[in-house]
């Protein structure tokens, strides 16, 4: 089940070019994706209207995109504008065209009614490219169901067990307090505190207990956002359950994370993660711990995607941690509900409530 009006991260935004199409499967569709001659991005159908062949095997021409099997040429409309050795181009020739813009060091696609596409629902994501975070961009590719690697973004109990050699190293489970969930417009905000032991990794913190702050955002359709806070140790005793003001971090981290589906099994995972600016020396150490972690991620998900297949009649169980998730997917159901009763207009409306 895929909630289609809304805008996926296609990839980042230096991954297209106007030189070369490059083909996508996003919600089981194929799509070729190229930069016209002034560099705003086109998306088609990767199937020509002719005999089928992939678009993506063309060659990008001005702003048009040219079959390379027999010649025909496609406007960024999706309307074919030439057909070798016919002057009349009947109405009917033409592939499917889909909204898509460069937004936050991305390109977002949408994948519902064109009509519908409002760049204004684009998510707030913050991308490589920010000036106040030192990060590289990365992506991962995993064989799993999307909504399994949105669970795992939004529980981020499992970073003591399953990142135990990585980013759980300097935690204890003990350290952890309870995450708040609180719904925000198209998404949910979860926050909580958690002691941190030093990390040799980043010097402000190598020999320092710490007290974390970690904030993120969960948004449609699989967006994450999160930052991490390190304070003196003893901090919280002021703001127990609260971001502290008029206190200087010693260290402070970020993660901008998104989740597109290329097919019910399949997904694509783009990440960026990494330290403040005036830490930036560290970007390549991050890049690796980050890595290292969401491969941790992907063999476990995709090792609880095999055991769904094996055991689909039965159902989970569900546990105080799985606040988030519920909320979540309360938020993602009525939105794929709403679509298909007939548009997205009212589940705007509802969502924004
Ligand atoms: S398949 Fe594209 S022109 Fe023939
Ligand atoms: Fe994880």
């Known amino acids: 089940m895929f909630l289609h009006n809304c ?15 490059v083909a996508a499967t996003i919600l089981n569709e194929p799509i070729v994706i190229y930069r016209q001659s002034d560099g705003s991005p086109v998306a088609l159908q990767d199937r020509c209207c002719h005999r089928f062949a992939p678009l993506s095997l063309g060659r990008v021409e001005g702003d048009d995109l040219r079959c390379m099997y027999h010649g025909m040429r496609f406007a960024a409309s999706g309307r074919c504008v030439e057909i070798p050795g016919q002057p009349k181009i009947p109405p009917h020739a033409r592939v499917r065209s889909y909204p898509i813009a460069d937004r936050h060091s991305g390109v977002w696609i949408w994948m519902g009614d064109s009509a519908l596409a409002d760049e204004s629902l684009i998510p707030e994501f913050v991308g490589i490219e920010d000036p106040r975070w030192a990060m590289k961009p990365g992506r991962m590719d995993y064989n799993a169901n999307y909504v399994l690697i949105n669970d795992n973004l939004l529980d981020l109990s499992h970073i003591p067990f399953l990142h135990n050699r990585s980013l759980g190293a300097a935690l204890t489970p003990e350290g952890v307090s309870r995450p708040t969930v609180t719904k925000i417009p198209r998404g949910v905000r979860i926050q909580n505190w958690i002691i941190g032991e030093p990390s040799h990794m980043i010097p402000s913190i190598a020999n320092r207990k710490t007290n974390i702050w970690q904030a993120y955002e ?20 002021a703001f127990p359950d609260r971001e502290p003001s008029g206190v200087e971090p010693l260290h402070r981290q970020f993660t901008c994370q998104a989740v597109t589906p290329l097919t019910e099994d399949r997904s694509c995972y783009f990440f960026g993660y990494g330290p403040w600016a005036k830490e930036a020396g560290l970007i390549e150490a991050f890049y690796q711990l980050g890595l290292k972690a969401f491969n941790e991620d992907r063999v476990m998900i995709e090792a609880q995607q095999k055991n769904i297949h094996r055991f689909g009649d039965e159902k989970m169980m569900t546990v105080a941690l799985d606040a988030g998730i519920s909320q979540f997917h309360r938020i993602m159901d009525e939105m794929i509900r709403a679509e298909a009763r007939g548009g997205a207009a009212g589940t705007e409306e509802r969502q924004q409530a």
Not at 7 to 21: L, N, Q, T, V
């Open 7 to 21: 805008w996926y991260m296609a990839g980042w935004s230096r991954d297209f070019s106007a030189e070369k199409p």
């Open 218 to 237: 969960f948004l449609v359709p699989g967006v994450f956002l999160l930052h991490a806070d390190f304070y003196p140790f003893g901090t919280t005793d």
